[in-house]
């Protein structure tokens, strides 16, 4: 049963998916963001190359040739992952097939319409059992 973590509070989405993508990398794990909508993908990609200024986070989008070697796979669709480790959402939705990860990463933003449509997927991973962890991003970094 794949385990669902939540951080909220975050004051920008794809910025946290940075962080949490490259401590998840450093830990050892294989990473799977899904991404849906094209500017997002692209940003999140340009993202990760600069976000840290001497750190480099191996990645690749899930369809290119290098995939089943990279540790970090940014996915426009889920049809057929690469990797069944860590999946983080940057969709609204909960991504069909999200229960073959070992754990999934929502991440949430103080806006009302994204805590609106995280709220719906939290009800849909609680309603389907999943066990939830929440972390406060804010606290994180006020501290």
């Not at 480790?85 to 991504?95: A, C, E, F, W």
């Amino acid at each position: 049963m794949s385990e669902i973590r939540f951080f909220h509070n975050a004051p920008d989405k794809l910025a946290a998916a940075c962080r949490i993508t490259a401590m998840a990398w450093r830990r050892g794990r294989k990473v799977t963001v899904f991404a849906p909508e094209p500017g997002v993908a692209q940003r999140f990609d340009s993202l990760l190359w600069s976000f840290q200024p001497l750190a480099f986070v191996p990645h690749v989008a899930a369809d290119s040739p290098l995939a089943a070697e990279t540790p970090v796979l940014v996915a426009r669709r889920l049809d057929a992952p690469m990797q069944d480790d860590v999946l983080i959402n940057l969709s609204h939705d909960v991504p069909a097939g999200f229960e073959h990860f070992a754990q999934v990463i929502e991440i949430v933003t103080q806006d009302a319409d994204d805590r609106g449509a995280a709220r719906g997927r939290w009800g849909a991973y609680k309603q389907a059992g999943h066990p939830i962890e929440t972390n406060d991003l804010a606290r994180r970094e006020s501290a």
